[in-house]
DNA sequence: GGAATGAATATTTTTTGAAAAATTCATTTT
DNA sequence: AAAATGAATTTTTCAAAAAATATTCATTCC
């Protein structure tokens, strides 16, 4: 039912493959011109295609800023994800790692291009837009919860309602994640400030009183 | 040399009481009209005064935005001294409630009067009125590193930064502060969701580990 | 002389119509 | 017949003028 790009570099048939193109070639030009700079005719440009047939593709533009966006956000996931790849370190390490590898992310791709916030922003405006966000929290949410399940099994942890302390972490860190909290968040030598202290605050929560 | 007007109902002299009537006649009119649609004019003519006269008082329009807002954390803060004044419950309960009750006056203020948005917006983008809000933010980290001394005093905390952990608690539950992602924020029967289990798994983080 | 006024000036917001861009759709292409 | 086009239509943006508002200040009041 659901129409959206599959995440795979080569996409099979043709619609696919053309959406992804859109998409690609979207994400160049609003880093470039920013999300509203950025006309339907310069994408059609850009895919050399006319900008009604644009319209075959994504319901409108709002549905290609989304699209963009839900891309940013798989990348993130990606990245957070090859961070729990490697061997080394337990639960509470891998939990820290995670988030702040994905507040870290954030913080770069914000530093390196100011004009995604442009496009926070209007992913918040958007109802539609608050979905797409509110997945990749609760991928946030599960990819901490599988953690702390490992955690409790090798008694590192004491037992407790995984998905919910999934939930806690990320809205304990919600400020960092947010673009638009973010410009007010102090940062020292590259760490924004307080982020880790209050991770460790809630391991230490969750491990054995004895 | 700070010429801001003092807390007490009844002020002393003329200037002092001529502000707190600026002040007071404006809040009311901020709430009906908003902080932005509310003249100079309104306001002389809610004081009975010439608009030029205003300026005998405040700087600017900004400047009296800034005091009202001032003036709502000073009540704010008021009502968790309020709150810890009550006799019974230890450091624990007392920051619980401290938390609680500044978030739920806020959210109750908010969604009572939705036009303070506008004006949480505006002290957000002056630089001046962020150091209000941050002598807010600071009021309340203080008044939790109170407690926080208080637990390790009484053994019921283990010995700890306190001062830095009253800026981990307020950094934790910033998100709940903010009025603007406030907007964002489920409740259930008039509680934030989560904001209580996260203050309960970093206070688990402060207990002794035996 | 400090306090207050209100007309004069500076700034900001609103309006308005033209220009640009988004979106649709009748038609053409493959 | 699905895919694509580009001209036609609707919506949004932009810039200049007008109106409203903020701020100043020469003058008046107590």
Redesign the pocket.
Known sequence: MNATAKQSAEPQD??ER?RLEIIEASMVLFQHYGF???????I?RAT??????????Y????DIGRAVVERYFRMSEAQMETGLMLPGGGPAERIRGLISDGVGHLMREMAHNPRLVELADFICSDPEGMISLQQHVEWKEKAIAKEVVRGIQTGEFKPCDAEQVGQIFVAATRAYWMPMALIHIRQEDGKPVLLEDIIDLMLAGLRPSK
Chains 1, 2 share one sequence.
Do not use: F
Not at 36 to 42: G, L, Q, V, Y
Not at 48 to 57: E, I
């Open positions: 043709g619609a053309i509203s700079k950025t006309t339907m005719a310069d059609a050399s295609m006319s900008p009604g047939n644009l319209y075959r593709y319901k409108n533009k709002q």
